[in-house]
């Protein structure tokens, strides 16, 4: 594996950047992120890194992670433990400098460490926790000690004291984080953790990872064992050990799909200093899981490892395919989709000196790993294809069968195209456009149904705002593919407006609105045009969503009225919070599904203390009406604009590529696993295919 040649000769120099705490706790968000709830759990990843490290290298097999009472996070790992000796020159343990220097992990990776992944130094994030954190506590297990130090906010609050005896090997570290910093709180979200423990422990195979939910424990005292789970207090705990490592993974994932071949595929070698790892299997389904990780990080906008391993397979499976005879002259070869339709695929790869392209870490730009991964992998799914034919066979038939949808949908779209569905179309009669020309402050409302569609075109502020109204119902009427819809009305209607095109001719530039606002009603044939909409962004207007034009309108669910004053409540929670601060009494709970619409009366408590009430003392008590809106359309114009379409007051919702590939998910298995339809289009020539639309 590659040394870090950063931490070797750790001279004067780099002891220059080292720097104290007070940068962290000034800009945390510079060091994990934000101080909201993807920072918070940022701490724990950090700490739970160091010991993954210690793993990597060798040296441990165990990681426990323990969400304590009182929003305490305990890691234990059997690692070596951090050194605790006194440095004789900077007269500090080397434990005190990993908690209490920034950057301080480089100092002890050098030669001969056998640190695998040098991304992160070797407890590099510690400091940084340590920072942002109330309270911390290392305890360290080595040479037959047990040694403790403990910190505040950053400062030690002792120096490292022997506290017993242990034969045990390994580092605990303790944390609270600083609610001062994470104003948004500071509870763990039990699913979050695990999500991300069951992925790292999938990525180093033969680790075992535990995660203990001790939350509602009572009072424990955490130092009475190295492991938490040797106290014996009984509460949920999950533990994950794979041991086949990322190829577990792709059976993860494949586990609700269809394989087209039993074995699955894996390998492991280094090439050029890079270590490449890739897993994967093909199942019936139409689109790919592309799992890429760097150094353990997952980049979701993938990289260089991910164009080296296109290009190694869309190369072999047109060879092996040609060869074979399987794909015949007239076919013509495999595009870079064709082969990755159905494909589900974990690469990962370890680098020394890991780069990424843009300020986050979603795509990886480091050039070796292309050339790295391409060769590592070439070989081996070369050598797989030969071992094993039955699958070989079962992949190019898969793929063959996307290659020859492909030139059907082509077909089909070039004829529309021809017939001038989308070019040079005039904007959309339904349409109630806004006045303005300039996107960056026009505003696009997507409404369900022509009657929401008026309220909304009354309650706009028709210079910045436009109004398209869709028909509802458009996913149960159209359920069929989705180059089809392209084709239906309501969906050729949004993509005129927006003005980009679409496929080749697609341009961003040419967006209309920049902010496009999805407004469905709360209910089941809502949440399917959502959906729907959603998935074709995904799928045709990535571009769109990664832009941040996409958002989900917010409207609210009640109007709750006493006297003059009105309220109007966004979730049940709001509705409970106004009702009381109203002082209502005896508030029966209201059946949502049978009563909707309806106006419900509570008598409002009589002698009401809160300010704003006091202007109603001595005054009778007065009716609170409380009105369910089941849509948008139960809305007047006034509503409308105050709740939902008021940029100062309304509340929206970013899309996110991951809303958007999770509405994708939903969209596949809404349309289940139909295949004869599919099949029917692949068979059917262009006409026929023209002829549907
Ligand atoms: C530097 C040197 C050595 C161990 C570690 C760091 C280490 C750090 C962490 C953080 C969490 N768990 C950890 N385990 C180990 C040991 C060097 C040696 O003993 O030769």
């Known amino acids: 594996m590659a040394k870090d040649n950063k931490s070797k000769d750790y001279g004067a120099e780099q002891i220059s950047v080292l720097e104290g705490l007070e940068p962290v706790r000034r800009r945390p968000g510079m060091y994990i992120g934000s101080t909201g709830p993807d920072g918070l759990h940022h701490l724990v990843w950090e700490i739970f890194d160091n010991s993954r490290d210690e793993a990597m290298a060798g040296h441990a097999d165990t990681i426990e992670v323990v969400l304590l009472p009182d929003d305490h996070v305990r890691v234990a790992d059997n690692g070596r433990g951090i050194p605790t000796a006194i440095h004789p020159k900077t007269k500090v343990s080397a434990l005190e400098t990993v908690m209490t220097v920034l950057h301080a992990g480089g100092k002890f990776g050098g030669e001969g460490s056998g640190y695998k992944v040098s991304g992160g130094l070797h407890g590099v994030g510690a400091s940084v926790v340590n920072a942002l954190s109330d309270y911390t506590r290392a305890e360290v297990h080595r040479e037959g000690e047990i040694f403790a130090q403990e910190f505040s906010q950053g400062n030690k609050k002792g120096p490292v004291k022997k506290i017993g005896k242990s034969k045990d090997n390994g580092t605990v570290i303790t944390f609270k984080p600083d609610a001062t910093i994470f104003k948004e709180g500071i509870k763990f979200d039990w699913k979050t953790v695990i999500d991300r423990l069951r992925q790292q422990a999938y990525l180093v195979k033969?680790?075992?990872?535990?995660?203990?939910?001790?939350?509602?424990?009572g009072k424990v005292d955490s130092t009475k064992t190295f492991w938490f789970k040797d106290q014996g207090i009984e509460v949920p705990s999950i533990t994950y050990y794979?041991?086949?490592?990322?190829?577990?993974m792709v059976r993860h994932y494949n586990q609700l799909q269809k394989p087209i071949h039993e074995t699955v595929f894996y390998c492991e070698k280094e090439q050029d200093n890079v270590g490449v790892e890739i897993s994967l299997q093909y199942v019936d389904d139409i689109s790919a899981r592309i799992v890429p990780f760097a150094n353990n990080i997952y980049n979701p906008e993938h990289g260089t490892h991910v164009t080296g391993f296109k290009t190694a397979l869309t190369r072999l499976l047109n060879t092996y395919g040609k060869k074979n005879n399987i794909i015949k002259e007239s076919d013509g070869p495999l595009s870079g989709d064709d082969v990755l339709e159905g494909l589900t695929v974990v690469i990962s790869v370890k680098l020394a000196e890991i780069q990424f392209e843009g300020q986050t870490k979603a795509k990886l730009g480091s050039t070796e790993a292309q050339g790295a991964v391409t060769t590592v992998f070439g070989d081996a799914f070369g050598t797989f294809m030969e071992e094993h034919p039955d699958e070989a066979k079962a992949i190019i038939n898969k793929v063959l069968l996307a290659l020859r949808a492909r030139k059907a949908a082509k077909a089909a779209k070039d004829s529309i195209l021809r017939k001038g569905a989308l070019e040079g179309m005039t904007l959309p009669g339904k349409l109630a456009d806004c006045q303005s020309k300039d996107a960056t402050e026009s505003e696009i409302f997507i409404v369900e149904g022509d009657s929401a569609g008026g309220t909304a075109k009354m309650g706009r502020d028709r210079r910045t705002q436009a109004i398209l109204p869709l028909r509802g119902k458009i996913l149960n009427v159209e359920r069929a593919r989705l180059d089809k819809m392209l084709a239906s009305n309501e969906i050729k209607n949004l993509v005129i407006a927006m003005g980009t095109s679409i496929g080749d001719t697609f341009d961003i530039d040419k967006m209309r609105y920049h902010k496009m606002v999805i407004a469905t009603d709360a209910d089941v044939d809502g949440s399917h045009i959502t959906t729907l909409i959603l998935t074709l962004f995904y799928r045709y207007f990535r571009a769109v969503i990664d832009a941040g034009y996409v958002y989900i309108a917010q409207p609210p669910l009640y109007k709750i009225k006493k006297g003059k004053e009105l309220f109007y409540a966004y979730t049940d929670e709001d509705k409970e919070k106004i009702l009381k601060s109203l002082g209502a009494q005896g508030v029966d709970e209201i059946d949502d599904?049978?009563?909707?619409?309806?106006?419900?009366?509570v008598e409002?408590?009589?002698?009401?203390?809160?300010?704003?009430?006091?202007?109603?003392?001595?005054?009778?008590?007065?009716?609170?009406?409380?009105?369910?809106?089941?849509?948008l359309g139960e809305m007047n114009a006034e509503e409308l604009w105050e709740t939902t379409m008021d940029p100062a007051r309304r509340v929206l919702k970013q899309v996110k590529v991951e809303d958007a590939e999770a509405a994708n998910k939903v969209f596949d298995t809404l349309m289940g696993s139909e295949v004869a339809p599919r099949k029917a289009f692949i068979q059917s020539n262009a006409k026929m295919a023209n002829l549907d639309i």
């Open 604 to 631: 409002g408590e009589a002698e009401a203390t809160s300010a704003e009430a006091s202007a109603s003392q001595g005054k009778r008590a007065q009716k609170i009406s409380i009105q369910r809106y089941k849509g």
């Open 593 to 601: 599904s049978d009563h909707s619409g309806d106006e419900e009366e």
């Open 206 to 217: 033969k680790l075992r990872v535990t995660v203990i939910d001790a939350r509602e424990a």
């Open 242 to 248: 794979f041991e086949g490592g990322i190829q577990s």
